[in-house]
């Protein structure tokens, strides 16, 4: 015989799904509704019910739609930032708030080793020019030796100067919320300084920025203009951080060599400057989506998911409300 499902649905909004998920449909009643954030009366019917909502970073979890959702006890955020949740307004409706942070911080450290590199050896023009049959031996650069500077020292910034160790880089990173002292900083082997020496000693300068006020437009013709001639520019960040008219400028006149972006300001995006420059590498905001990320992201938000519905604390809170009290059918 089954298990009996408890009372009141978990909502999964897009696309997430994993092992530790499928295990939780046999305790609890799961709806799947993978397109329900494109039409706001939708994604209100979709959480009408719903005790647990699931969601990426399409889905705009707002003071409206928390009202719509009565019954609401966790919003579950597949992935790390939390431009789409409204924490305050989930605080105040007594609703926790979880993240899977640091989930991805491996893939994202990765792929953003891969867009550096990339640009350096200039891999995707490379990839095109012979695929059209040319032949054209263009000397890259090395990143051996060189000082990679970190826009944001956080989980991904750290995971990225872990991975540079093998490189023999020196690492320079800015981040007015971390302590100078930490020891994860110190045992990553990152220097904090000021932003202005971050950016103007980097050959690669990496973004692991959130969209927050203080950091919208940040990476704009002010700050790239103090950038080292000829530094590449990689933003697995946020979108919002970046002008990419003014990053674009300094490409085409040769102040910087390239640059790899993951994330854009629209996305899907629009037309921009940067798309007929061959120095430029594009994907799709997939840095931290690979299949042992997801699965790990996925774990950590059915694990809170399970606890707060039994009336427990949520390990992976990012409000003030971290439980909600209460289990049962």
């Known amino acids: 015989m089954s298990p009996r499902k408890l009372a009141g ?33 939708l994604l209100r019917h979709a959480v009408s019910e719903a005790r647990a909502v699931v969601v990426r970073n399409r889905t705009q979890v707002t003071a409206e739609l928390l009202e719509a959702a009565p019954d609401l006890r966790i919003v579950a955020r597949a992935g790390t930032g939390l431009d789409n949740i409204d924490v305050a307004a989930a605080d105040r409706a007594g609703v926790v708030v ?13 792929h ?23 032949w054209e031996r263009r000397p ?46 110190r045992a990553a082997g990152v220097a904090l300084s000021d932003v202005d020496t971050v950016t103007s000693e980097a050959d690669v300068l990496s973004v692991h920025l959130p969209a927050v006020p203080e950091t919208i437009g940040l990476v704009g013709e002010e700050l790239i203009s ?6 590449v520019l990689v933003n697995v960040g946020r979108g919002e951080v970046l002008d990419e008219q003014a990053l674009a400028t300094a490409i085409e006149y040769g102040r910087l060599a390239g640059a790899g972006l993951d994330v854009r300001s629209s996305e899907p995006p ?8 061959d120095s430029v590498i594009y994907s799709p905001h ?24 039994a009336g427990y604390p949520a390990r992976h809170a990012v409000g003030q409300v971290t439980s909600v009290g209460g289990g049962g059918a």
């Open 140 to 185: 890259g650069r090395e990143l051996s030796g060189k000082t990679w500077g970190l826009l944001g020292v956080g989980a991904t910034g750290l995971a990225v100067a872990e991975l540079l160790r093998g490189f023999g880089v020196r690492v320079l990173g800015h981040d007015p919320y971390v302590a100078p002292d930490s020891p994860r900083i």
């Open 9 to 41: 649905p978990v909502a999964v909004i897009e696309d997430v799904w994993g092992e530790a998920l499928s295990t939780l449909a046999l305790t609890h009643e799961i709806r799947r509704e993978p397109d329900a954030w494109v039409d706001p009366d």
């Open 270 to 277: 629009g037309p921009s400057p940067l798309d007929k420059l």
């Open 286 to 309: 997939i840095a931290g989506a690979t299949a042992e990320s997801q699965q790990r992201v996925v774990s950590m938000l059915a694990e809170d998911i399970e606890a707060v519905l």
């Open 112 to 134: 953003t080793l891969l867009l550096a590199l990339g640009v350096l050896r200039h891999l995707t023009e490379g990839d095109r020019l012979v695929r059209q049959g040319t």
């Open 98 to 110: 979880s993240a899977a942070r640091g989930a991805n911080a491996v893939s994202v450290a990765e």
């Open 226 to 231: 103090r950038m080292k001639l000829g530094a």
